[in-house]
């Protein structure tokens, strides 16, 4: 059974950092592109960061762009989310994702939920003024 299983959330203050991670199990994700995703409280799932299979992509959320940084080890079967310089609106629920295909998506990841077929439980960050 594959499982995503996000970790590192918690209540931080503004201008904090946490490192946000998500722990693969049941099936390798090395040639696959991961995403990170988040749900704000009364608001739709949003992207925020994706990595292709081996690192060499990166694609961020204007939102986010240069405060977070995404990441992987592929021999852990494990994504990070470092994020920094963290704000009151980037408290949500993160979600960590997986895509299944190993062509075109997985060099350049989707920005789209619909790019992913793997998701975890999510793991609850709030960021306090």
């Known amino acids: 059974q594959v499982q995503l299983v996000e970790s590192g959330g918690r209540l931080v203050q503004a201008g904090g950092s946490l490192r946000l991670s998500c722990a693969a199990s049941g099936r390798s994700f090395s040639t696959n592109a991961m995403g990170w995703f988040r749900q704000a409280p009364g608001k739709e799932r949003v992207f925020v960061a994706s990595?292709?299979?081996?690192?060499?992509?990166?694609d961020y959320a204007d939102s986010v762009k240069g405060r977070f940084t995404i990441s992987r080890d592929n021999a852990k079967n494990t994504a990070y989310l470092q994020m920094n310089s963290l704000k009151p609106e980037d408290t949500a629920v993160y979600y960590c994702?997986?895509?299944?295909?190993?062509?075109?998506?997985?060099?350049?990841?989707?920005?789209?939920?619909?790019?992913?077929?793997?998701w975890g439980q999510g793991t609850q960050v709030t960021v306090s003024s």
């Open positions: 994702a997986a895509d299944a295909s190993t062509y075109y998506s997985s060099t350049y990841p989707s920005r789209r939920e619909s790019g992913y077929d793997y």
């Open positions: 990595i292709s299979w081996n690192g060499g992509n990166t």
